[in-house]
């Protein structure tokens, strides 16, 4: 049974700073993919961020130099450093993590493996 289990969401004003962890758990699995995509209200699940087997990392150009996505030193952590927040960013973060090929990364149907999701809202 693999299991992934987010932290770190929460209320912050524009310009600050939030990391968000998630820890998959499962002895046998091994994605090669470990990604967050977000969801705001009325809108459609879209890719945030994502780090590959061979920690390439990719990001939305909407993210892209404001969040950082990382491994963690215990198998199968990955973080999401969230920094100079706006608005547009208030979301349910989720982690992802599935044996995902590369072409396939940003697409959400491609996971089998979700987290619960995490809120993150950014005040004005």
């Known amino acids: 049974q693999v299991q992934l289990v987010e932290s770190g969401g929460g209320l912050v004003q524009a310009g600050d700073s939030l990391r968000l962890s998630c820890a998959a758990s499962?002895?046998?699995?091994?994605?090669?993919?470990l990604t967050w995509f977000r969801q705001a209200p009325g809108k459609e699940q879209e890719f945030v961020a994502a780090?590959?087997?061979?920690?390439?990392?990719f990001y939305a150009d909407s993210v892209k130099g404001r969040f950082t996505i990382s491994r963690g030193d215990v198998n199968n952590t990955v973080y999401l450093q969230m920094d100079t927040l706006k608005p547009e960013d208030t979301a349910v973060y989720y982690c992802?993590?599935?044996?995902?090929?590369?072409?396939?990364?940003?697409?959400?149907?491609?996971?089998?493996?979700w987290g619960q999701g995490t809120q993150v809202t950014v005040s004005i």
């Open positions: 499962g002895s046998t699995f091994s994605p090669y993919a």
């Open positions: 780090i590959w087997k061979s920690n390439n990392t």
């Open positions: 992802a993590a599935d044996r995902v090929m590369l072409p396939s990364i940003r697409n959400p149907n491609r996971y089998d493996y």
